[in-house]
């Protein structure tokens, strides 16, 4: 009887998750992530339903045999003397229904504490600078291989030459820059370069690499630390150059100056000179240490696949302005662009999309798990309570007052809390280290975190004993004696 019961509960339990599964696979249908619509396909099929039901059935068994075992084979000796009655409240003995409750506390302190920590780390983000300027700038993502030939270097750049012409001659524009990627964006490119007097490994010469017109670094105000900007002279024409990072230079010459220096890229190992070194920003996703990145004249490394115009409109732009480019990019390529163009600021949102997703994630299954442990606690303390109901009665009639029965239950679930406390802060330090990587301002041990998250689950804890302590304190010890 017991395992049917056990199969059928969890039979239940396993067709409720497959409904809300059901029900989150459907509301994740309409991400939007800056105008391009998100295809995920969540929907179940037999296959999960069947792994869901075997899940639930062996769990169902699995938990539901060793109860049905032991009620099977009682003790009769302890039975007939009434010694189960002295089960004990607190840890005296600590039971398999302890242990699962504690470890059911400890996975949910490790879940909170890690969705409670990335959303801080997310509040964090937004205080933090990049090192550019973002505010008020717009990306508009033009698709060089649409254009024929798209192989000829001159007919790129003759393209891109028509179209920032185009724009600049609409009153709303102020002005227009080029670069392959944008900071902080999904867009980035890589390629190993060849330092002159550096025999690292080919893993430690991988850096950015981006090409960019000329006042490209003026309009994200990213200023020059030394040597030259990139001038509209350094063309096909003249010798190859290019700009470093502070995160380049530190990397190849932590000892000199790089301007001067020169360096190969790409598959003909083309020769290169620094002509300027500019400040430390952030480049790849997230808010992170700058990585060492090299960016060379467009006119001399014509883009033939994405290409970034950034763009910044005369005084204060609205959502309009962003139609402005759209219909200009329409109407220059003569189709609708599958990237539509975005604010600078919502790329570098769509940065911290991995923070939010753990966020998310870890909340959701936190908030479950919160429920499950808080389920637990209150059959581990009720059952404990109808064990001792006779004990409580002796208690209660030779002076023990309610308040100290009522002590006594909540006692009993702080400790089991405090048990799972011990095992979920470490737990939820390392967890939290291992993704650390995502974290911005914070540390995996953050200790506001930790004790927010230990306050919650105490107060949830006294709240899931408190009505099987009120039961317990209002005990008629006299009608409990007599009925044994």
């Known amino acids: 009887q017991m395992l049917l019961e056990s199969v059928l509960l969890a039979s239940a339990a396993g067709l409720l998750g497959l409904l809300g ?11 939007d992530l800056m ?6 396909d969540l929907s179940p099929d037999w296959r999960v339903f069947v792994f869901s039901l075997a899940v639930a059935l062996v769990s169902s068994l699995l ?15 302890p039975a007939l003397k009434d010694e189960s009655q002295s089960s004990g409240m607190g840890l005296r003995r600590f039971s398999l229904r ?3 409750v504690v470890a059911q506390v400890a996975g949910c302190f490790v879940l909170l504490s890690g969705s409670l920590l990335f959303l801080r780390s997310q509040w964090a983000a937004r205080g933090l600078d990049p090192g550019f300027r973002h505010q008020g700038l717009a990306v508009v993502r033009l698709d060089m291989t649409q254009f024929e030939p798209h192989s000829n270097p001159d007919s790129a750049l003759q393209r891109t030459r028509d179209f920032r012409r185009r724009l600049l001659a609409r009153g709303e524009v102020a002005e227009l820059a080029y670069s392959s990627s944008f900071p902080m964006s999904l867009a980035q490119h890589e390629t190993t370069v060849g330092v002159e007097g550096y025999e690292g490994p080919a893993s430690e010469r991988q850096v950015k690499f981006s090409s960019v017109s000329p006042g490209y670094f003026e309009m994200l105000e990213i200023p020059l630390v030394a040597g030259r900007p990139l001038r509209a002279t350094d063309n096909s024409g003249r010798p190859r150059v290019c700009l470093v990072n502070q995160a380049f230079q530190q990397r190849f010459w932590p000892r000199q100056s790089a301007l001067g220096t020169t360096l190969t890229y790409g598959d003909d ?21 700058s990585e060492p990145a090299v960016w060379v004249p467009l006119d001399q490394n014509p883009s033939q696949g994405m290409l970034m115009a950034v763009v910044r409109p005369q005084g204060n732009a609205s959502g309009d302005f962003l139609n402005l480019l759209r219909e200009e990019v329409e109407s220059f390529t003569g ?9 600078a600021s919502e790329m570098i949102e769509v940065s911290l999309l991995p923070n939010r997703l753990v966020s998310g994630f870890l909340g959701w299954t936190g908030a479950l798990a919160l429920i499950l442990a808080l389920a637990g606690l209150y059959g581990v303390i009720s059952y404990s309570v109808s064990l ?10 030779l002076g023990a007052d309610r308040r100290r029965i009522l002590s006594l239950v909540l006692r009993q679930g702080l400790s089991l809390a405090a048990v799972g406390f011990l095992l979920g802060i470490p737990s939820a330090i390392g967890f939290a280290a291992l993704l650390s990587h995502l974290l911005y301002g914070l540390s995996p041990a953050d200790p506001f975190t930790l004790c927010a998250i230990a306050l919650l689950l105490s107060l949830c804890t006294l709240a899931a004993s408190l009505a099987p302590a009120l039961h317990a304190a209002s005990t008629n010890p006299i009608r409990s004696l007599r009925t044994g």
């Open 21 to 31: 599964a059901s029900w989150i696979a459907g509301s994740l249908q309409g991400i």
């Open 35 to 40: 105008g391009i619509p998100l295809a995920i």
């Open 63 to 77: 938990f539901g045999l060793l109860p049905a075992w032991r009620s099977a084979r009682p003790d009769l000796v």
């Open 98 to 100: 302890n242990a699962l």
């Open 269 to 289: 190992q083309r020769l290169i000179e620094v002509a300027g070194v500019v400040r430390d920003h952030s480049i790849g996703l997230g808010f992170h240490e």
């Open 335 to 343: 189709r609708p662009e599958f990237l539509p163009p975005a604010w």
């Open 388 to 397: 001792r109901r006779r004990e409580m009665s002796i208690r209660m009639a």
